[in-house]
């Protein structure tokens, strides 16, 4: 008998091509990940500097506005005119406040 010829890659040959061909595609992957990643870190830094501080503001505005109705309640229920006074005098600041903390964070809207 005679003998067939062998193909030009045997097992071992195929073998080591399909690893190459899988190699290749892990480290295309990685490296797909690695630039789509630095894309949420820029987006993340970009969060960071803008909204945080946006936030924080906002925070402020909200803070500023719950001590304004505790004071009106505190004036409506005042047993002097002095106390009424004080209380309103307080809102008064705290309007000033609102509305300073309203400009910087309008300032800092895109």
Do not use: C, W
């Amino acid at each position: 008998m005679k003998k067939t010829s062998s193909p030009v890659l045997g097992i071992a040959g195929r073998l080591m091509a399909v690893v190459a061909a899988l190699t290749l595609v892990l480290i295309a992957t990685a490296l797909y990940a690695i630039q789509q990643l630095n894309g949420v870190k820029h987006l993340a830094e970009r969060a960071e500097s803008n909204r945080v501080p946006q936030l924080n503001r906002i925070a402020q505005v909200e803070l500023n506005v719950t001590r304004v109705s505790l004071q009106l309640r505190h004036a409506m229920l005042a047993r002097t005119p002095a106390e009424r006074q004080a209380a309103l005098d307080d809102i008064a600041a705290k309007r000033q406040l609102i509305e300073q903390e309203l400009g910087q964070y309008r300032d800092m809207l895109f």
